[in-house]
């Protein structure tokens, strides 16, 4: 595929410019240049005229000039499309799920709120920048110095990346005088039957959820956010996660866990406004004012006990899910997305869709999430020698207690998916409404 | 729970009719072995039905005479518990538990009585539990015996309850099967990773008697295995043999060391001669047809 088409370039002209508005931090990330451009320009001097914005509209105008019938045109451009940073809602959370995740939890190192500000200022402009497929700093051909972008995404596409922040519970203790602006009931997950929580994947003080359809640019922008951080945050954990990517599925299907299974067929549309603001969307009733328009986040590392699964009966896979592998119907209905007949017997009068199926006790009561879960592998266990693979469940919603926590009660009592599955990190995050241009990250709470 | 689910009795006669057909050629046409079949079929499901018959009057047997077993073992480790005895107690904590190891599919398939008896901390609810677990924490972990007397007397109720419900409960071919794999995932779940006896590190006890379930379990089908597929009932038993290789260095008489004494590597070999054997042991449902 040739560089040069006419309207492929993601040229300055039809990025829009909004650099000093979201230049709250002056200085470290003054000059833009789009990462597509900056091999072309590598070591050439005087680069002012391809200046950059960090707009989301790039690709609209370059998509216009696209011949429809070019299939290779429009793979080109499903990844190179850019996700707005700047929206009333942040990216990342109804936006359809990309190819793979960067999950990175951090603490704060510094006692002071105005560093934090600060941080979360210069996120936000690197987070800008990232998502619209611009090389962060301006010393990236310096001699003398360190890049300041660390370089591995330069002449990639944005990939859809987008970049999603929340805070901990821990971030509202007495650091940073936010105790009073903690929202009603936000606080780590009451301990579930079963759980094997491991302190190494638990918790942090702030969760950035990177997803893009390429993992080299996830893992470049949290890399970069961790490097900005340096001095005033350090990492706690980091998570890599991925599911079948779009080229794998065109037609966009249901994806399958590690178990062989669909994995979020009665997920809410969200393309459906309404579902989304009774289902995922914070109101200041929700717990806190600053949190109107944000939305809270679950994140749990479900280890499965894959060795075991495989050994199992496919007879007994499917009774634990209450649905049929090949499918993903309900046991006794022939359609994936067909409701499930929780009346349904069997001759001998059993429930069709067995009691401790995982599909009947996530359905009942008609408690709903917007999940938003990756595969996750940690190459293997170092102790048995056997995989650690698993599913880094991430799922949101506008009230944590009778959403996600009411529903895990009931499943981790009876679920049948437990003989297989053990729950081994745990975080909740609260997510920041949009970003206004101008704005920065957390600026409702600061 | 975890693997006892009936199979329709019209699918069971219909997998005995063709499990008859023991021709060795996994190609056969399926229609043509039913018709094979239905030419012998008296003679053919009636051995066949009596094979799973006897091995799973066999293998009742066989569960009560653990039961019988970690009854009175279970007693005189509760006695001692009531004595205040803390040494003797320990000392029959893990030989009783193998009893209840070797049968434990069994005692998963009566509903609460496995939870009762084995769970763990975590496992359920705190106000509900109790089992040898709970003694389990006071004596090595607490160091007494003091406050577990009610605690010891439910578990040798428990554990007579399981003795009399082994005697009438419903034992399938599908039980059997799934049954030996069961108790291995036992093994990997908690046992190898030193997680199921977390206070007397007492792990390998469990280990070995889940192991020697399991292998019972594969005893009675062997013969039945043997026709279907030899190299399968082959594999098997040489893997059998593979993981008791392993395991043997940890045993000093009756006894097993603690689990504490185990090296790294020695933990990771036992998981994977473990999942090794486990893996075929899983298609011995090639017995109940496709």
Not at chain 1, 221 to 232: H, S
Not at chain 1, 260 to 286: L, Y
Request: net charge negative.
């Amino acid at each position: 595929m040739s560089n040069h088409e006419p309207g492929m370039e993601p040229n300055s002209s039809n990025i829009r410019s909004n650099q000093d508005a979201a230049s709250p931090a002056q200085g470290l990330l003054s000059k833009k240049i789009s990462r597509r451009e900056v091999l072309k320009y590598a070591g050439i001097g005087g680069i002012g005229l391809l200046l950059g914005g960090s707009g989301g509209y790039g690709l609209l105008a370059a998509q216009e000039k696209l011949s429809p019938s070019s299939k290779k045109n429009h793979d080109r451009v499903a990844s190179m499309e850019q996700i707005p940073f700047y929206d009333q809602h942040q990216a990342g959370i109804i936006t359809p799920a990309q190819n793979f995740l960067c999950f990175a939890s951090f603490d704060l190192t510094t006692n002071s709120l105005s560093e934090v500000r600060k941080l979360f200022q210069l996120w936000t402009e690197s987070a800008s920048l990232m998502t619209s497929g611009q090389m962060l700093g301006n010393t990236n051909n310096s001699q003398n110095l360190p890049p300041s972008d660390t370089g591995e995404a330069a002449g990639l596409t944005t990939s859809k990346l987008t970049i999603t922040f929340g805070v901990g519970p821990s971030f509202f203790d007495s650091r940073y005088g936010l105790s009073s602006k903690k929202p009603a009931s936000f606080d780590e997950l009451p301990s579930f039957r079963g759980d094997a929580l491991l302190p190494e994947w638990c918790g942090g003080d702030i969760g950035v959820q990177v997803c893009a359809d390429d993992m080299q640019v996830a893992f470049h922008a949290v890399r970069n956010l961790a490097r900005i951080a340096r001095g005033t945050a350090v990492m706690r954990w980091m998570q890599e996660g991925f599911q079948r990517s779009s080229t794998a599925d065109p037609s966009g299907g249901t994806p399958r866990n590690l178990l062989g299974f669909k994995d979020g067929t009665g997920n809410p549309d969200t393309h459906d406004k309404q579902a989304m603001n009774e289902i995922v969307w914070a109101r200041a009733d929700n717990g806190a004012n600053w949190m109107q328009g944000g939305s809270y986040m679950v994140a749990r590392r479900i280890r499965m006990r894959i060795e075991i699964w495989d050994r199992s009966p496919l007879s007994d896979q499917e009774q634990t899910f209450g649905r049929y592998r090949d499918s993903g119907a309900p046991i006794g209905s022939k359609d994936e997305f067909a409701p499930l007949d929780l009346e349904a017997k069997d001759s001998s009068g059993k429930p069709l869709i067995p009691l401790n199926s995982h599909s009947r006790l996530a359905h009942t009561d008609g408690i709903k999430m917007l999940r938003r879960a990756y595969s996750y592998t940690g190459g293997i266990d170092a102790k048995t020698g056997q995989l650690d693979a698993g599913l880094f469940f991430i799922c949101y919603q506008k009230d944590i207690q009778k959403q996600f926590i009411s529903m895990q009660q009931k499943l981790a009592a009876s679920d049948k998916l437990n003989e297989y599955i053990v729950h081994v990190g745990s975080a909740v995050f609260a997510c920041f409404p949009g970003v206004r241009q101008g704005g920065y990250i957390g600026d409702t709470l600061f | 729970m975890k693997i006892y689910y009936a199979l329709p009795a019209a699918a069971i006669s219909a997998i005995l009719l063709l499990s008859g057909c023991n021709t060795g050629d996994k190609n056969a046409n399926q229609g043509a072995a039913a018709n094979n079949n239905v030419a012998n079929s008296a003679a053919a499901s009636n051995s066949n039905e009596d094979d799973f018959k006897q091995a799973i009057d066999q293998y009742r047997e066989y569960v009560i005479q653990q039961c019988d077993a970690f009854v009175t073992e279970t007693a005189k480790f509760t006695a001692a518990i009531k004595d205040a005895d803390i040494e003797t107690a320990k000392s029959l904590y893990a030989p009783a538990r193998m009893y209840y190891e070797r049968i434990e599919p069994i005692a998963e398939a009566l509903g609460d009585l496995d939870p009762n008896i084995d769970a763990r901390d975590g496992d359920v609810d705190s106000s509900e539990w109790r089992g040898f677990h709970k003694l389990e924490q006071a004596l090595w972990e607490n160091n007494t015996t003091a406050g577990q007397e009610d605690i010891a007397d439910q578990l040798l109720s428990d554990a007579k309850l399981l003795r009399a419900k082994v005697e009438t409960v419903d034992i399938e071919a599908s039980l059997l099967v799934t049954g030996a794999v069961e108790l291995l995932n036992e093994v990997s779940t908690s046992k190898v990773t030193g997680e199921e006896e977390r206070y007397s590190h007492t792990d390998l006890y469990d280990f070995a008697a889940n192991v020697e379930g399991a292998k019972k379990i594969y005893e009675l089908l062997e013969p039945q295995l043997k026709a279907k597929d030899a190299e399968l009932s082959k594999n098997i038993s040489e893997r059998f043999t593979a993981l008791e290789q392993e395991l043997a260095p940890f045993k000093q008489g009756n006894d097993y060391v603690s689990y504490e004494q185990l090296q790294d590597q020695d933990v990771r070999k036992l998981s994977q001669n473990l999942d090794a054997l486990a893996e075929p042991l899983s298609q011995m449902g090639t017995l109940l047809g496709v």
